[in-house]
T-cell receptor, first 115, second 116 residues
């Protein structure tokens, strides 16, 4: 079965420090991987995706993610965290079973960046 | 680009009434739209997938007669919660996927439904 795991419910980092939000996946075939961010009481904002090509994907707001096929991971990173990065982050993978186009979602990781 | 709006952003209704939520893709044509439900501090739960001009495909456990979805045009989908009850109170979010970028869903800001 296809799945996404975000092993950390919460990540705390100090402002200015690098941050990593972890995501691992299990799919058959080549994965289409996504990161979204959700601010309180808001919808989700697309950050970046990996479909094919370079394993290091750069996205919005200075975020990037590295696709690692051998470790089946797609961790989200940022070199220097901002307090405004504090939000809920979701990793997702495309479900290609049948004819549907839906995403399989991780449970989310709450990122808190402390001043 | 890729902006999705939802209306209303917040609605409070009495038990037994019906509520309609609109989802519009403002700057792209959404061939596929998705409706999600999210409980506090939890992940997204996909309710249904709709394609323009077709009947929606509901996820297992989602009552299609209770959550009516209409995708009448490439820029508009509606979710109607019929005979709402307090347990239907939740945060409802829609997303659209367009012709030019069929791998990415773009989300609306969500609708907070409270049923008294």
């Amino acid at each position: 079965a296809q799945s996404v795991a975000q092993p950390e419910d919460q990540v705390n980092v100090a402002e200015g420090n690098p941050l990593t939000v972890k995501c691992t996946y299990s799919v058959s075939g080549n994965p289409y991987l996504f990161w979204y961010v959700q601010y309180p009481n808001r919808g989700l904002q697309f950050l970046l995706k990996y479909i094919t090509g370079d394993n290091l994907v750069k996205g919005s707001y200075g975020f990037e993610a590295e696709f690692n096929k051998s470790q089946t991971s797609f961790h989200l990173k940022k070199p220097s965290a901002l307090v405004s990065d504090s939000a809920l982050y979701f990793c997702a993978v495309r479900d290609f079973t049948g004819n549907n186009r839906k995403l399989i979602w991780g449970l989310g990781t709450s990122l808190a960046v402390n001043p | 680009g890729a902006v999705v709006s939802q209306h209303p952003s917040r609605v409070i209704c009495k038990s037994g009434t019906s509520v309609k939520i609109e989802c519009r893709s403002l700057d792209f044509q959404a061939t596929t739209m998705f409706w999600y439900r999210q409980f506090p501090k939890q992940s997204l739960m996909l309710m249904a997938t709709s394609n323009e001009g077709s009947k929606a495909t509901y996820e297992q456990g989602v009552e299609k007669d209770k959550f009516l979805i209409n995708h009448a045009s490439l820029t508009l989908s509606t979710l109607t919660v019929t005979s709402a009850h307090p347990e239907d109170s939740s945060f409802y979010i829609c997303s659209g996927e367009g012709e030019g970028d069929t791998d990415t869903q773009y989300f609306g800001p969500g609708t907070r439904l409270t049923v008294l």
